[in-house]
């Protein structure tokens, strides 16, 4: 049974007047009047007022209290999260300029920073591919056998039969602002090859640039619904090594210089992040004369004299018979990028104090909201200053261990107790560096990120949106959860250890874990928000990797891992209601439709529950009726006819998937008294599952 929280004084205002007016007659017996008209009863009525509020605080458990339970628990609230996102910069100095690693960038209030080193040449980028289409007539079968290559690569099914015009292209260049245009898919394109064009953005002399170092970002589109098929390539998003990239510089036709790969965030433009070449010494080199099939891509007029050089990124065939990885899908490319966080870095060093030797030594840096894992910390013991180590949990420290814990939202360092090692009486304790920050207000708009700290004459944008960023838990969310943290410690074994886990990576609204076969588990993941299908959310590929990941840290070593997104059924609703007198027709249509598409809603707190429409529950006309009929104002639901959508006829129930959930396609609410309801809305294709699993190789 639970436990009875004490109730220290549970005296109130009443038993505290009638104690006060008793004891008059001890100390005041020639005070008769104790009626309420007398100024004295007056003020020992305020002092039992008093009195009161300082018992009701007594009886309460101050937040600084809760949270030293939390901390002895081991399930002190979650961190803020940073967001992260891409900026690119731009200089007008002839010999380029150097941003460091760690170098502040602002959006309005909110502070970024540079994760990576960027030097920043007068250049641009721009990206580009050779989309496929068919003209004129194929000359020999070699030309016919290379157009069907095309069009498979193009995902267009065709047979030799039906191949009857030659191969032609035309470029796609990616613009300098992503946002609304479709991305470029570089597995679709004729040459399976995403070319870059270097260009000038000033008349300077760009030989300065040979040998050094380029910093090209790419943006790939990781957006669910448009990677249908990738369940055909399960280690795509999640492989432990990436495929290889070869980076190429074009001499002249058929002629090729490769160019080194110094770093790349990318992972062999799996994601999105930072690509850094090393040019060659002789660069520019760039050539005009085109014609062979391997050469740039023709490019618009206004492009064509800037350009530079052109550099060229493909696949290299693997060894033995292993497929050929594909290529991405691209949004953006730009020169001089860096990945940039939500983050401030403190380099100055800080001291805390000196150590008192006692047990469970606590001590405040100067910032809160620290990230963890970033605390570097030194104590002055005999012989010198030593380094400590951060730890997550003190209680598998022993007595030769130097470590330390950090409580992220207050800020806080922490020793450990009774047979740990801890700073002694004297050690000075200092932090040399650490990063602070995070935070849902971190996930800006794309341009939003304008200004450098000391940039030395750079400017800086972001040409696409910030993502990622997650408030810190609040006192209250953590001690709901206290008692399922405590169980799971972690771990995840059971599905609603799944369901939790999952529930705590930044963007997940919903977590749904089925069991799909001994060992093996599918999770379910719907987003908070999707600006391109508001009403049917679909995770993207960023999101469903991070669950991935999250949740392969705390599986058993011996489960299989499956994230995927949801499956929508498309439904037709058609809906005559009759209204009560008095009511407006348009309100309650409007109510109707409302509550429908509430009822319906794959997200809490909608659905019949309040936790989103289950999956695989069937969608019954009947009930749908049920709820219609609750809106104030509506006398009787004359008809409501429910059908998928694409399909004629109406139906009693729509039978649902395992993985489904359902999605109005379209929804016609009108007034009327008899009649059958025949929405007959023009067909919309069906909805289509995608996947992206988590690969067997690295769940065991």
Same mark, same amino acid.
């Given at each position: 049974?639970?436990?009875?929280?004490?109730?220290?004084?549970?005296?109130?205002?009443?038993?505290?007047?009638? *104690?006060?007016?008793?004891?008059?007659?001890?100390?005041?017996?020639?005070?008769?009047?104790?009626?309420?008209?007398?100024?004295?009863?007056?003020?020992?009525?305020?002092? +039992?007022?008093?009195?009161?509020?300082?018992?009701?605080?007594?009886?309460?458990?101050? =937040?600084?209290?809760?949270?030293?339970?939390?901390?002895?628990? $081991?399930?002190?609230?979650?961190?803020?999260? /940073?967001?992260?996102?891409?900026?690119?910069?731009?200089?007008?100095?002839? +010999?380029?300029?150097?941003?460091?690693?760690?170098?502040? %960038?602002?959006?309005?209030?909110?502070?970024?920073?540079?994760?990576?080193?960027?030097?920043?040449?007068?250049?641009?980028?721009?990206?580009?591919?050779?989309?496929?289409?068919?003209?004129?007539?194929?000359?020999?079968?070699?030309?016919?056998?290379?157009?069907?290559?095309?069009?498979?690569?193009?995902?267009?099914?065709?047979?030799?039969?039906?191949?009857?015009?030659?191969?032609?292209?035309?470029?796609?260049? %990616?613009?300098?602002?992503?946002?609304?245009?479709?991305?470029?898919?570089?597995?679709?394109?004729?040459? !399976?090859?995403?070319?870059?064009?270097?260009?000038?953005?000033?008349?300077?002399?760009?030989?300065?640039?040979?040998?050094?170092?380029?910093?090209?970002?790419?943006?790939?589109?990781?957006?669910?619904? *448009?990677?249908?098929?990738?369940?055909?390539?399960?280690?795509?998003?999640?492989?432990?090594?990436?495929?290889?990239?070869?980076?190429?510089?074009?001499?002249?036709?058929?002629?090729?210089?490769?160019?080194?790969?110094?770093?790349?965030?990318? #992972?062999?433009?799996?994601?999105?992040?930072?690509?850094?070449?090393?040019?060659? /010494?002789?660069?520019?080199?760039?050539?005009?004369?085109?014609?062979?099939?391997?050469?740039?891509?023709?490019?618009?007029?206004?492009?064509?004299?800037? @350009?530079?050089?052109?550099? #060229?990124?493909?696949?290299?065939?693997?060894? $033995?018979?292993?497929?050929?990885?594909?290529?991405?899908?691209?949004?953006?490319?730009?020169?001089?990028?860096?990945?940039?966080?939500?983050?401030?870095?403190?380099?100055?060093?800080? %001291?805390?104090?000196?150590?008192?030797?006692?047990?469970?030594?606590?001590?405040?840096?100067?910032?809160?909201?620290?990230? /963890?894992?970033?605390?570097?910390?030194?104590?002055?013991?005999?012989?010198?200053?030593?380094?400590?180590?951060?730890?997550?949990?003190?209680?598998?420290?022993?007595?030769?261990?130097?470590?330390?814990?950090?409580?992220?939202?207050?800020?806080?360092?922490?020793?450990?107790?009774?047979?740990?090692?801890?700073?002694?009486?004297? &050690?000075?304790?200092?932090?040399?560096?650490?990063?602070?920050?995070?935070?849902?207000?971190?996930?800006?708009?794309?341009?939003?990120?304008?200004?450098?700290?000391?940039?030395?004459?750079?400017?800086?944008?972001?040409?696409?949106?910030?993502? $990622?960023?997650?408030?810190?838990?609040?006192?209250?969310?953590?001690?709901?959860?206290?008692?399922?943290?405590?169980?799971? #410690?972690?771990?995840?074994?059971?599905?609603?250890?799944?369901?939790?886990?999952?529930?705590?990576?930044?963007?997940?609204?919903?977590?749904?874990?089925?069991?799909?076969?001994?060992?093996?588990?599918?999770?379910?993941?719907?987003?908070?928000?999707?600006?391109? !299908? /508001? &009403?049917?959310?679909?995770?993207? +590929?960023?999101?469903?990797? #991070?669950?991935?990941?999250?949740?392969?840290?705390?599986?058993?070593?011996?489960?299989?891992?499956?994230?995927?997104?949801?499956?929508?059924?498309?439904?037709? %609703?058609?809906?005559?209601?009759?209204?009560?007198?008095?009511?407006?027709?348009?309100?309650?249509?409007?109510?109707?439709?409302?509550?429908?598409?509430?009822?319906?809603?794959?997200?809490?707190?909608?659905?019949?529950? $309040?936790?989103?429409?289950?999956?695989?529950?069937?969608?019954?006309?009947? *009930?749908?009726?049920?709820?219609?009929?609750?809106?104030?104002?509506?006398?009787?639901?004359?008809?409501?006819?429910?059908?998928?959508?694409?399909?004629?006829?109406?139906?009693?129930?729509? =039978?649902?998937?395992?993985? *489904?959930?359902?999605? @109005?396609?379209?929804?016609?609410?009108?007034?009327?008294?008899?009649?059958?309801?025949?929405?007959?809305?023009?067909?919309?294709?069906?909805?289509?599952? !995608?996947?992206?699993?988590?690969?067997?190789?690295?769940?065991?």
């Amino acid at each position: 049974m639970p436990l009875i929280r004490p109730i220290l004084d549970d005296r109130s205002y009443e038993d505290l007047r009638r *104690e006060l007016i008793d004891r008059i007659r001890v100390y005041a017996p020639e005070w008769t009047d104790h009626n309420e008209s007398d100024p004295g009863i007056a003020l020992l009525e305020l002092f +039992a007022y008093l009195g009161e509020s300082v018992l009701f605080r007594l009886n309460q458990i101050p =937040d600084a209290t809760k949270t030293a339970f939390l901390n002895l628990l $081991g399930a002190e609230p979650r961190p803020a999260v /940073p967001a992260a996102t891409l900026v690119a910069a731009g200089t007008t100095d002839p +010999a380029g300029v150097q941003l460091l690693a760690r170098t502040g %960038l602002r959006a309005g209030s909110i502070e970024f920073e540079t994760t990576n080193e960027v030097y920043v040449w007068p250049i641009g980028a721009a990206g580009a591919g050779k989309v496929v289409r068919v003209t004129g007539a194929a000359a020999t079968p070699e030309e016919r056998q290379r157009l069907l290559e095309a069009l498979r690569r193009a995902k267009l099914p065709a047979t030799t039969a039906d191949v009857q015009g030659s191969i032609a292209y035309e470029t796609t260049v %990616l613009p300098d602002k992503p946002d609304g245009s479709g991305p470029l898919d570089v597995e679709a394109t004729a040459d !399976h090859a995403l070319w870059v064009a270097l260009t000038r953005i000033r008349q300077t002399d760009l030989r300065l640039l040979g040998g050094q170092s380029v910093f090209l970002g790419v943006a790939v589109d990781d957006s669910l619904d *448009e990677l249908a098929g990738s369940a055909l390539h399960p280690g795509r998003a999640f492989a432990a090594d990436p495929p290889a990239m070869r980076w190429q510089r074009w001499d002249g036709p058929g002629q090729w210089t490769d160019v080194p790969v110094l770093h790349d965030t990318t #992972r062999g433009l799996t994601g999105t992040g930072v690509v850094q070449l090393q040019l060659p /010494p002789d660069f520019p080199a760039v050539t005009t004369d085109r014609g062979a099939e391997d050469d740039p891509p023709t490019v618009p007029a206004d492009l064509g004299p800037t @350009i530079v050089a052109w550099l #060229r990124a493909t696949r290299p065939l693997p060894p $033995g018979n292993e497929p050929l990885p594909p290529m991405p899908r691209v949004r953006w490319v730009g020169a001089n990028a860096a990945d940039a966080e939500q983050t401030r870095t403190v380099t100055a060093a800080e %001291l805390l104090g000196s150590g008192t030797g006692d047990a469970g030594q606590s001590y405040s840096l100067t910032k809160q909201g620290v990230v /963890p894992g970033t605390v570097r910390l030194e104590v002055e013991e005999v012989g010198g200053w030593q380094t400590w180590q951060e730890v997550d949990d003190l209680s598998r420290s022993g007595p030769e261990d130097r470590h330390y814990r950090v409580e992220s939202a207050p800020g806080l360092v922490h020793f450990g107790g009774p047979g740990t090692r801890r700073p002694q009486i004297g &050690d000075r304790i200092r932090v040399l560096t650490y990063r602070y920050g995070g935070g849902a207000a971190g996930n800006v708009a794309a341009e939003a990120i304008t200004a450098v700290v000391d940039g030395h004459g750079a400017k800086v944008r972001n040409p696409l949106p910030a993502r $990622g960023g997650g408030d810190a838990q609040n006192l209250a969310e953590a001690l709901d959860e206290t008692p399922a943290t405590v169980h799971r #410690r972690d771990r995840a074994v059971t599905a609603d250890d799944f369901r939790a886990l999952t529930l705590e990576v930044p963007g997940v609204s919903r977590a749904e874990p089925l069991p799909t076969a001994p060992g093996a588990i599918t999770v379910v993941v719907f987003p908070a928000a999707d600006a391109r !299908h /508001p &009403d049917a959310p679909l995770p993207d +590929a960023g999101l469903v990797r #991070r669950v991935a990941l999250h949740l392969d840290e705390r599986r058993l070593i011996t489960t299989r891992i499956e994230v995927v997104a949801p499956a929508y059924r498309e439904l037709t %609703l058609a809906v005559r209601v009759v209204t009560r007198p008095g009511y407006q027709i348009d309100a309650v249509r409007r109510w109707v439709d409302l509550i429908l598409r509430q009822y319906l809603a794959p997200l809490p707190p909608y659905g019949p529950d $309040g936790r989103g429409w289950p999956l695989g529950r069937t969608v019954r006309a009947a *009930e749908l009726m049920a709820v219609a009929g609750q809106v104030d104002g509506v006398e009787y639901i004359d008809t409501l006819a429910l059908r998928p959508t694409g399909q004629t006829a109406a139906q009693p129930t729509v =039978d649902l998937g395992p993985f *489904e959930v359902p999605a @109005i396609g379209t929804l016609d609410v009108t007034a009327g008294t008899s009649g059958a309801a025949d929405p007959a809305p023009p067909p919309l294709p069906p909805a289509t599952r !995608h996947i992206v699993a988590y690969p067997p190789a690295d769940c065991g």
